[in-house]
T-cell receptor, first 113, second 112 residues
Framework: EAGVTQSPTHLIKTRGQQATLRCSPI?????VYWYQQALGLGLQFLLW???????NRGNFPPRFSGRQFPNYSSELNVNALELEDSALYLC????????????FGSGTRLTVV | QKEVEQDPGPLSVPEGAIVSLNCTYS??????FMWYRQYSRKGPELLMY????GNKEDGRFTAQVDKSSKYISLFIRDSQPSDSATYLC????????????FGTGTRLKVLA
């Protein structure tokens, strides 16, 4: 069974540009979560999508947005990039009734220069 | 005050030692408690998943939850160099599809 896949693995952008990160959940999983892992800050909750709807968002500015497609894959968009957006962005998936914790992808390392 | 507090370490121990990793939390609504292990340049992988208070054992790993003290622990027996990683605690108010709150992680190094 394929795990959670994220692309690209690495992304280098210039301040002010936009970044698009992609995530494919485990087959059968309907919920996708996005987390930001910046150095020294741990995993910060960004967004949660379930059945195509945004269910919750963390304490991040509106320039962080995303969507979930009918096949449950998801996209995270970060507009007007700032240097402090440099981090590892992790996607995780689970399913209603799964009850056994998230499965994470390997992440996209975003570097803003 | 953060919802979940975790000592960042680093923690260095000799091979074979018993390791104790801990987290405290402030939200009494948390019911589900997880421990994840994260190797460098990888995503976190789930180690242990427990509900409410009590102990859970899986091989060399034991997870303990004390809801009255808002304190959770992960014990690693007979630690191995391959256990060297960052260990993250996570908590949730509900099972299945729900957001988790993570600690900052404790970096562990097991010396051969």
């Amino acid at each position: 069974e394929a795990g959670v896949t994220q692309s690209p693995t690495h992304l280098i952008k210039t301040r002010g540009q936009q970044a698009t990160l992609r995530c494919s959940p485990i087959s059968g999983h309907t919920s996708v979560y996005w987390y930001q892992q910046a150095l020294g800050l741990g995993l910060q909750f960004l967004l949660w999508y379930d059945e195509g709807e945004e269910r919750n968002r963390g304490n991040f500015p509106p320039r962080f947005s995303g969507r979930q497609f009918p096949n449950y894959s998801s996209e995270l968009n970060v507009n007007a990039l700032e240097l402090e957006d440099s981090a590892l962005y992790l996607c995780a998936s689970t399913s209603t009734g799964e009850g056994y914790g998230y499965t994470f992808g390997s992440g996209t390392r975003l570097t803003v220069v | 005050q953060k919802e979940v507090e975790q000592d960042p370490g680093p923690l260095s121990v000799p091979e074979g030692a018993i390791v104790s990793l801990n987290c405290t939390y402030s939200n009494s609504a948390f019911q589900y408690f997880m421990w994840y292990r994260q190797y460098s340049r990888k995503g976190p992988e789930l180690l242990m998943y427990t509900y409410s208070s009590g102990n859970k054992e899986d091989g060399r790993f034991t997870a303990q939850v004390d809801k009255s003290s808002k304190y959770i622990s992960l014990f690693i027996r007979d630690s191995q160099p391959s256990d060297s990683a960052t260990y993250l605690c996570a908590m949730s108010q509900a099972s299945g599809t729900y957001k988790y709150i993570f600690g900052t992680g404790t970096r562990l190094k097991v010396l051969a």
